[in-house]
């Protein structure tokens, strides 16, 4: 059964740092690229990060550009992402999800695993 847990979301003030793991299970996972995503109440769900697993290609949003970053390790099936200097505005639920590979980065509806997601909620 295909699963992604995330797990390591929490509150932090502002200027901290958090770091999201993503432990993904019952597929193969070299098949396919890994993203974070991040939605709030009122917007449209929107890409943080993703990786290639096999190439390990990276892309970022403009907004986390230098302050997150996304890694895997293929062994344990996990993907990472490290977020530093958090500010209020990247209060979101996060959310890991899984592409089948193929053109990079992968479309938005290329995403067709995803997770429960994490709450991260910066606030002083």
């Known amino acids: 059964q295909m699963q992604l847990l995330e797990f390591w979301g929490g509150s932090v003030q502002p200027g901290g740092s958090l770091s999201l793991s993503c432990v993904a299970t019952?597929?193969?996972?070299?098949?396919?690229?890994m993203g974070w995503f991040r939605h709030t109440p009122g917007k449209d769900r929107e890409v943080v990060a993703t990786?290639?697993?096999?190439?390990?290609?990276?892309y970022y949003a403009d907004s986390v550009v230098g302050r997150f970053t996304v890694s895997q390790d293929s062994a344990k099936r996990t993907v990472y992402l490290q977020m530093n200097s958090l500010q209020p505005e990247d209060t979101a639920m996060y959310y890991c999800?899984?592409?089948?590979?193929?053109?990079?980065?992968?479309?938005?509806?290329?995403?067709?695993?995803w997770g429960q997601g994490t709450q991260v909620t910066v606030s002083s």
């Open positions: 999800a899984a592409a089948r590979r193929g053109i990079w980065p992968p479309r938005r509806y290329e995403y067709n695993y």
């Open positions: 019952g597929f193969p996972y070299s098949d396919y690229h």
């Open positions: 990786i290639a697993t096999v190439f390990r290609w990276t």
